[in-house]
Structure formats: structure tokens, C-alpha cells
DNA sequence: TTGCATCCGGTACCCGGGTACAGGTTTACC
DNA sequence: GGTAAACCTGTACCCGGGTACCGGATGCAA
């Protein structure tokens, strides 16, 4: 049964997708590959659309989305083209809600470059004389909130 | 003996500092906190500078560096107190250099910014369509290669 | 001296996104 | 039919910055 004209084997479709082969089972795992059919031995044989889907998860994935909400938006896709009722979030309002997240974060990233600035032009370049001093334009009540604010980095 | 006028319990200086009292054993053992004076029965009997020094270094880890560039910008204050030679970088130099990170994630978040716009303003809402019709203005192939130059998130 | 709050060390777990390894099959080509 | 490469499952580990839990010991006041 040579008649494989268009499936790929898990280690060809991740040297196209340019992804580990582990992380297609990783995926898989987490809900954002189907379950490819498999060969009698139990290989897996995915369908060449998979390098496309794969390509699209790393867009999505650069543009913010986390795993999760990558998995939201295809299962919402899927089950939209399927049943008539649609629950999960689509691509407008994930990516409204996710644009608003980034710019959060660069104006905070702004806040930290100024201090940044700051302490290098102030000349600090001592962290202990900083701290009994108050010489030190670093603004370190100040800084705690927005860090509240914003979300720690991970 | 209860001339203990001026130092610290483990629980009151997480609570001046606003820390969790596990987070001050764990600064011990990353090197941030030094070992402090024991009671006899082995409890820590912190200086009152201590409130400072974590205020110093939440400060300094809310402008974006790790645990261990603080541990070091910390470090390279004592030893140039103590020995002339200073081997450590200072926090002119590490400011820098992070301003330099600061600089390309901004840049990153606004690259980010820019597509998720273009693909709101597209009216995309399903990533599998998008997959497949070359209708959506998410760069598929250019987002990957900032990705490696800016580095993940976390 | 009793009783309760606090502290101790050690270990294990959390988040997200993978990656690595071991030891056992299957496939493909000669 | 032999052999090497590719594949399989399951489990454990990585990063960074903590947090939680446990059983036992201390501190302090009444």
C-alpha cells in the first residue's frame, strides 16, 4: 500500500511547519491538532493541510494569543462551520481584547524606559548606596503599582 | 533578654516589605538577601535596612531585571566596597544594556500591534478560513523571523 | 508552665511552552 | 530478510519567580 501520495509523516510535517516533533504532539495533547489517522503500525499520517494550520498557530501565537486561546479560536471556527450556535470567542473580539492587553503593555514598558533613562542620567551605578540614599531617581514606590496594573511579564 | 529594639522577624519584615515570607528564604537562597543573625533558637532577626533592600530590589526587578542581575548589580556593590577590583558590571552598564531590550520588545509590541489591527480591520474572525484564502493580512511568514530576533515572551 | 502564634527546614507544586530521554515498534530500502 | 532510520508511548525535565504544605521546634506572654 504505496498509495501515500499526499499524507506526511510527523517528522516531515514538522520539518515543513520548521516546529520540534515533539511539540505536534504537544499539541495535540492541548486540543490544537486534530488526531491524525494513522498507519496500521500506528503512525501518525497527517493531511498536508497541517503545515498551513500549523503556520497559522505560530501567527497566532506571535500576535499574543496564548496556546489556549489559539485553541479557542480554531475550535470556535470548526464548531461555527458544524452547528449553528457559536460560544467561543472569534478572532474580532479576541483580538480586540488582546490589543488592548499590548498596548497596556508598552505604555508600561514606556514607564520603565523613562526610569531607566532616569537612573542612568542620575548617574546611579550602585544599587545599596541607592537604597539609603535618596539621591537615587529610581521611583520605588511608585513603580509597584503599575506593576499591579499591568501583570508581571509572565 | 529582650533587648531587641531594632531587628526584624522573619513575618514583620515580609509584612513591611509586602512580601510573602517564602519569598524571603527563597531571596536567601538566590543570593539577593544575605544570611541573616540567627536567635538562639535559629529564628532570623533581620537589620532594618532589610525594608529598603527589598523595596531596592522589587524596584529594580519591576524595571525589567532578573533576579540574578539584581543578585549580581547587588553583589558588585558590596565587593567594590570591600576589594578595589571590580570584576561585576554596574548598574550604568546593565541599565543600558536593558534599555537596549526594552527598546526591541516596544518595537516587537508595536510590529504586534500593527498586524492585529490589520487583521481586525480586515474583518477576519476565523483562523482556519484565514488558513486556507489568501483574503487575510496576517503575515504569516514575516511574523517568525522578528520572533527570533526579539525572543519569546517568557 | 502552659498554650498559642510564629518560625524552621525540606520538599513539592504552580504557570506556559515546550524539550529530552528511554526503551520498544514500524517502515523502508537493499 | 536484514538493518537502519524513523516513529511510538510515557515520563521527566527545563526556564523564572515564586507559593504551599508538612511535621517539628521556638518565642513570648499570662
Known amino acids: ?3 501515500r501520495s499526499d499524507g506526511l509523516r510527523s517528522g516531515e510535517l514538522a520539518d515543513a511547519a520548521g516546529v520540534n516533533q515533539q511539540t505536534l504532539r504537544y ?3 492541548r486540543g490544537l491538532l486534530a488526531e491524525p489517522d494513522r498507519t496500521l503500525g500506528g503512525h501518525r499520517v497527517y493531511p498536508p493541510e497541517s503545515v498551513a494550520l500549523l503556520r497559522v498557530i505560530k501567527a497566532a501565537q ?5 496556546l ?3 485553541a479557542e479560536l480554531l ?3 470548526t464548531h461555527r462551520h458544524g452547528a449553528g450556535r457559536r460560544a467561543k470567542a472569534g478572532l474580532q473580539e479576541l483580538a480586540a481584547a488582546k490589543l ?20 542612568m542620567d542620575a548617574g546611579c551605578d550602585d544599587l545599596a548606596v541607592c537604597a539609603k540614599s535618596a539621591c537615587c531617581p529610581l521611583p520605588f514606590a511608585d513603580l509597584a503599582e503599575e ?3 499591568a501583570g508581571p511579564c509572565c
Chains 1, 2 share one sequence.
Open 68 to 70: 489556549d486561546e489559539v
Open 100 to 119: 488592548v492587553e499590548v498596548d497596556a503593555r508598552i505604555a508600561d514598558l514606556h514607564t520603565i524606559r523613562t526610569a531607566l533613562v532616569d537612573a
Open 1 to 3: 500500500m504505496t498509495t
Open 62 to 66: 506571535r500576535l499574543g494569543f496564548t
Open 147 to 149: 506593576d499591579r496594573h
Open 27 to 29: 499539541y495535540e495533547r
Open 75 to 77: 475550535e470556535a471556527s
